[in-house]
């Protein structure tokens, strides 16, 4: 089993910038592929972003690309979503979520274990 616990959520004007956390805990595989995903009121859980497990490879979606930055440090088992120039419809609750390849990489079923979530509101 994997815990995962997300933090650095909240309220920022259109334009600023928040650092989300991801940080991982318990046992089940060694260096997972971490992927951050957000879900808005009504709506799927989209892709934001992802990392392979030895952090060198990040993906992105399109609507994100430029503006934020996915890394990991593997001593602390923590990933980090460094979120720049936010803009109203980057406002959702994202998750952190845990795998352990790199197949499907934007499809939420793939993931195997997800963290509670943060809410990030980002105001006009």
């Known amino acids: 089993q994997v815990h995962l616990v997300e933090s650095g959520g909240g309220l920022v004007q259109a334009g600023g910038s928040l650092r989300l956390s991801c940080t991982a805990s318990g046992r089940s595989f060694s260096r997972p592929v971490m992927g951050w995903f957000r879900q808005a009121p009504g709506k799927e859980r989209d892709f934001v972003a992802a990392?392979?497990?030895?952090?060198?490879?990040?993906y992105y979606a399109d609507s994100v690309k430029g503006r934020f930055t996915i890394s990991r440090d593997n001593a602390k088992n923590t990933v980090y979503l460094q979120m720049n120039n936010l803009q109203r419809e980057d406002t959702a609750v994202y998750y952190c979520?845990?795998?352990?390849?790199?197949?499907?990489?934007?499809?939420?079923?793939?993931?195997?274990?997800w963290g509670q979530g943060t809410q990030v509101t980002v105001s006009s």
């Open positions: 979520g845990a795998r352990t390849n790199l197949m499907d990489i934007h499809n939420a079923d793939r993931y195997d274990y």
């Open positions: 990392i392979s497990s030895s952090g060198i490879t990040p």
